[in-house]
């Protein structure tokens, strides 16, 4: 796929949309969706309805996960003769836990043009009230929605050091508390941000536990759109915590949590209790 000759391609302007309040989107946002020739949205209805509010009328089609393939030859072709698209997603900014991973790499791929316009991210405005460092943050997006896969994907995240950033939709956030508590322990530091930007926005910060119940204690406050911003770990394991925890890891996989203690203490050295307690806390969150 190449342009005709003489025409200059047109350029993809990746455009962040508000995650609640209309009135954060930008200036030259409104100014850029109005004047390209393409609106390509994660869904059509959702995004007529964003321009109609906007005061543009636009030319709209579709681009989320299940047709991004099909849709990427599309929105090439338009921009190959010199034609300017935008895309969005339904809020906030896009490819950030949202469609448009493929259509970018395609126009990496070819060497088009591309611009950003920048604006509201849950993942960035949650991480700014949090009172978390934020020199360094991890962000993991959804964690996977099975108790067994989402419990084993928060262990392998126990002991980063960075802050960890985590999007959640209302019908697991109770669980997803429930298992931070469960392998993260009752005090680990965290922020819940709910409906930011929205009527009912509402910031709990406290360890895991008080978190979890407050939510518990705040009627409808569980409903809406969660980021969860958590402290990484401030002490990281030792090598022998880490040998003792990967020891018992293997061992518990063979036999009950007395004898994995018991041999994880003689191979690694690590006194009975720790290690009976590790073995269970490691069992809990199995
Ligand atoms: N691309 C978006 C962005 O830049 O933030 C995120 C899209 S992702 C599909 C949607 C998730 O973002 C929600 O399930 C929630 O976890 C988070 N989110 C979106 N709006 C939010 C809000 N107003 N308050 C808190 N979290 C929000």
Redesign the pocket.
């Known amino acids: 796929m190449s342009t005709q000759p003489g025409t200059l391609p047109g350029t993809l302007f990746v455009i ?1 949309t508000p ?2 309040n209309l009135d954060d989107i930008s200036a030259r946002a409104r100014e850029t969706l109005a004047r390209v020739d393409l609106v390509a949205a994660e869904d059509t209805r959702r995004a007529g309805q964003l321009l109609t509010r906007l005061g543009c009328r636009n030319r709209l089609v579709s681009l989320h996960e299940h047709n991004e393939a099909d849709r990427v030859a599309e929105v090439l072709e338009v921009l190959m003769s010199g034609r300017n698209v935008a895309l969005i ?6 490819l ?3 469609p448009g991973y493929r259509l970018l790499s395609e126009l990496r791929r070819h060497d088009l043009p591309v611009s950003p316009l920048p604006g ?4 960035v ?2 991480l700014s009230v949090a009172g978390l460092p934020s020199d360094r943050f991890l962000f993991e997006g ?1 964690l996977p929605a099975k108790a067994g896969a989402r419990r084993k994907r928060l262990a392998e995240l126990l002991h980063r050091p960075e802050t960890l950033v985590l ?3 209302v019908h697991r956030i109770r669980d997803v508390l429930a298992d931070l508590e469960q392998v993260f322990g009752p005090d680990r530091p965290m922020t819940l ?6 009527l009912h926005e509402t910031i709990h910060r406290g360890g895991v536990a008080d978190v979890r119940e407050r939510l518990a204690a705040d009627p409808g406050g569980d409903k ?4 969860l911003v958590i402290a990484g770990d401030a002490a990281p394991p030792s090598v022998e915590q880490a040998e003792l925890e990967r020891v018992l890891e293997v061992l518990l996989g063979e036999v009950s949590v007395r004898q994995a203690a018991s041999l994880a203490a003689g191979i690694t050295g690590a006194g009975r209790r720790d290690a009976y307690r590790l073995a269970n806390r490691i069992k809990d969150r199995e």
Do not use: V
């Open positions: 962040a995650i609640g997603s339904d809020a906030g900014t896009p950030i836990s949202d509201c991210c849950a993942a405005a949650a959804f999007y959640e939709s941000a709910r409906e930011l930007t929205k809406g759109e969660f980021t």
